[in-house]
Antibody, heavy 122, light 112 residues
Framework: EVQLVESGGGLVQPGGSLRLACEASGFTFSSHHMSWVRQAPGKGLEWVATIEPDGSDTSYVDSVKGRFTVSRDNAKNSLYLQMDSLRAEDTAVFFC???????????????WGQGTLVTVSS | DIVVTQSPLSLPVTPGEPASISCKSSQSLLYSNGYNYLDWYLQKPGQSPQLLIYLASNRASGVPDRFSGSGSGTDFTLKISRVEAEDVGVYYCMQGLQGPITFGQGTRLEIK
């Protein structure tokens, strides 16, 4: 059974840092792109970042470029999101998401974690 | 960035009746391989989103056949042939053709 379990959320002051982690199980982690998607309270979904299976390439939404860093440790089946210079508008539930290829195409998000809440407030 | 716009934003439906959600993109999502890079997701109350439809018209594994997707280019539709109580939640379309990946605003389906 595929499981994605996020941790590391919490309350942080504006300008502060936080590191999210996602522990994956039930599939070959090192074979999949992985993504972070966030959802502000009462709002819709926003893609944040994606990392390639071997970690060699990453991509980000413009609003977090230069502040967030996605990484992974395939030996530990873990995905991370280092978040620096946090702003109030970063307040959201952050989901760890598995990316799959279907019909030779992607990305498609087939498994989502339960999410971890990040609150940026003084 | 490709903007994806859904309508309606709220959809009250009587059980057993059909429902339809529209998704329009600011650029064509049809790639040279013949596929439209448009997916549909459902976020049930208190849950994480789940994949319903990929590449505009393909049901994901385990998705009931009352759900169907159609459309090409910039106009797409998600249809539920007969709404059931378990279908309540927020439906999102998502384009994966070009970075950044973008989602529609979401359509909240509720039971009348």
């Amino acid at each position: 059974e595929v499981q994605l379990v996020e941790s590391g959320g919490g309350l942080v002051q504006p300008g502060g840092s936080l590191r999210l982690a996602c522990e994956a199980s039930g599939f070959t982690f090192s074979s999949h792109h992985m993504s972070w998607v966030r959802q502000a309270p009462g709002k819709g979904l926003e893609w944040v970042a994606t990392i390639e299976p071997d970690g060699s390439d990453t991509s980000y939404v413009d609003s977090v470029k230069g502040r967030f860093t996605v990484s992974r440790d395939n030996a530990k089946n873990s995905l991370y999101l280092q978040m620096d210079s946090l702003r109030a508008e970063d307040t959201a539930v952050f989901f760890c998401v598995r990316v799959i290829v279907l019909a030779g195409t992607g990305p498609h998000f087939d498994y989502w974690g339960q999410g971890t809440l990040v609150t940026v407030s003084s | 960035d490709i903007v994806v716009t859904q309508s309606p934003l709220s959809l009250p439906v009587t059980p057993g009746e059909p429902a339809s959600i529209s998704c329009k993109s600011s650029q064509s999502l049809l790639y040279s391989n013949g596929y439209n890079y448009l997916d549909w997701y459902l976020q049930k109350p208190g849950q994480s989103p789940q994949l319903l439809i990929y590449l505009a018209s393909n049901r994901a594994s385990g998705v009931p056949d009352r759900f169907s997707g159609s459309g090409s280019g910039t106009d797409f539709t998600l249809k539920i042939s007969r709404v059931e109580a378990e279908d309540v939640g927020v439906y999102y379309c998502m384009q994966g053709l070009q970075g950044p990946i973008t989602f529609g605003q979401g359509t909240r389906l509720e039971i009348k």
